[in-house]
Nanobody
Framework: QVQLLESGGGSVQAGGSLRLSCAAS????????MAWFRQAPGKEREGVAV???????RYARSVTGRFTISKDNANNTLYLIMNSLKPDDTARYFC??????????????????WGQGTQVTVSS
């Protein structure tokens, strides 16, 4: 059974940094995408960053140049380093993984496995 467990959220001032972690377990295949999504109150869940099994990353335009997604395959851990945080980055951040069939990589419907999320709050 696949399990994803996020950690590392918190409250920071604008311009600050945070690192989110997602501990993954239970995968039986390696050809899957992992991603970070976020959801603010009253808004739809949106894709932030995606990484494939080779380490190739893609980012939403709103975070390009500020966020970095990476994966430690040896420890089955996904990371999101967030720099130059803005109040608009305030949201609950979720780790997600697909089952190897995702096509629209920033569409949450493409992902089968989800963590419980971790809250990020950025104050101005």
């Amino acid at each position: 059974q696949v399990q994803l467990l996020e950690s590392g959220g918190g409250s920071v001032q604008a311009g600050g940094s945070l690192r989110l972690s997602c501990a993954a377990s239970g995968f039986t295949r390696s050809d899957y995408y992992m991603a970070w999504f976020r959801q603010a109150p009253g808004k739809e869940r949106e894709g932030v960053a995606v990484i494939d099994r080779h380490g190739s990353a893609r980012y939403a335009r709103s975070v390009t140049g500020r966020f970095t997604i990476s994966k430690d395959n040896a420890n089955n851990t996904l990371y999101l380093i967030m720099n130059s945080l803005k109040p608009d980055d305030t949201a609950r951040y979720f780790c997600a993984a697909d089952d190897g069939t995702a096509i629209m990589l920033f569409n949450p419907a493409e992902y089968l496995y989800w963590g419980q999320g971790t809250q990020v709050t950025v104050s101005s």
